[in-house]
């Protein structure tokens, strides 16, 4: 039997997070969901973490821990977007208090502790992030040997050529908090990077949406019910055209390499400038003296990504809602 794929998910529900959380834990058999850690981000530290806990009840995996993080940026003022998850985050799905809370225990120690054990083990891990990088980045600074145990990065952050969704040109999760991002494009382990460039290929058109509603799982209809909130904004255009599909991109990736197609660069991220703070300086040219540090992923296959989705959520893999 082939052995799942060890994974730490860190991230800042947020609608599209939640659906890539779910995603993540729907995928069982070959994920290896270790713990799924939040910060700061889209809402506030306190509701990422609510929000993961209530996902996962939707999932029906309590044997997944969360764990909450980071409160605020490395050394900025936080910076969230309820505007685009609603007041909850979590879009208009129904609020309650979780089955369960977050685990006892800080996402950065959690972090910490797991690569140790996986660098002992030799067993790697995967760290997707989905939100602003401070608890991965706080991790490593405090010990960098810490990144022994990572076997790559998979990230929603960065734009290029599509331009940015906060300014001009910077993407959300990388303006939030672009010192944490510019630490861990560098930190060493090879970076799955997928930037607007590629999530805005991917749509939530209103026909892909109502076949996953159909499918009559609790994930199914959540999934379906934030995908419509997302449709609805008007900042994301007309709705017949769908919403980005951003987070759930990087977990896809895992479950199914081939949708995806990739081209190495580096990347540089700006932390001085207040007209374009956060913004990635994507270099696809080689060059000696930059290591071409992130796999940037440059396109998407929308269909076959939406085909993973239905897969996934089918009715019986976490019950009928």
């Keep these: 039997m082939k052995q799942r794929r060890a994974v730490i998910f860190d991230c800042d529900p947020g609608v599209d997070d939640a659906v890539a959380l779910l995603l993540a834990l729907a995928a069982r058999d070959e994920l290896d969901l270790l713990g799924i850690t ?3 981000g889209n809402v506030s530290a306190a509701l990422t973490a609510r929000n993961a806990c209530l996902i996962r009840d939707i999932a029906d995996r309590s044997d997944v821990p969360v764990h909450a993080g980071a409160q605020r940026p490395l050394r900025r003022e936080p910076v969230e977007a309820g505007h685009f998850h609603g007041e909850s985050g979590l879009g208009d799905l129904p609020i309650g208090k979780p089955r369960e809370g977050v ?3 800080h996402a950065v120690d959690f972090i910490a502790t797991t690569l140790r054990s996986a660098i002992d083990t030799s067993r790697h ?8 990088m401070t608890n991965v980045a706080l991790a490593l600074q405090r010990d960098p040997r810490l990144i022994e145990g990572v076997e790559c990065f998979a990230i929603m952050g960065g734009a ?7 300014t001009a040109s910077s993407e959300y999760n990388i303006h939030a908090d672009p010192d944490a991002a510019h630490y861990v494009f560098n930190a060493g382990p090879v970076v799955y990077a997928f930037g607007l460039d590629a999530t805005h290929q991917v749509r939530a058109t209103p026909a892909r949406t109502t076949r996953i509603h159909a499918l009559g799982s609790r994930s199914a209809v959540a999934a379906a019910r934030l995908l419509e909130f997302s449709n609805a904004l008007p900042a994301n255009g007309p709705r017949e055209h769908g919403a980005p599909l951003h987070d759930p991109c990087p977990i896809a990736w895992l479950l199914a390499p081939q949708l995806f197609r990739f081209r190495p660069c580096h990347i540089d991220v700006e932390v001085d400038s207040p007209l374009t703070l956060g913004h990635t300086a994507v270099e696809f040219r080689a060059s000696s003296e930059r290591a071409q540090n992130v796999q940037w992923a440059i396109e998407a296959d929308a269909d076959g990504v939406f ?15």
């Design 160 to 166: 290029r050529s599509e331009g940015g969704n906060i």
């Design 38 to 40: 939040t910060v700061a």
């Design 103 to 105: 685990t006892p225990g």
């Design 125 to 132: 891990v995967c760290i997707v992030i989905t939100g602003p």
């Design 307 to 321: 085909d993973l989705l239905e897969r996934y959520f089918a009715a019986g893999r976490s019950g009928k809602a």
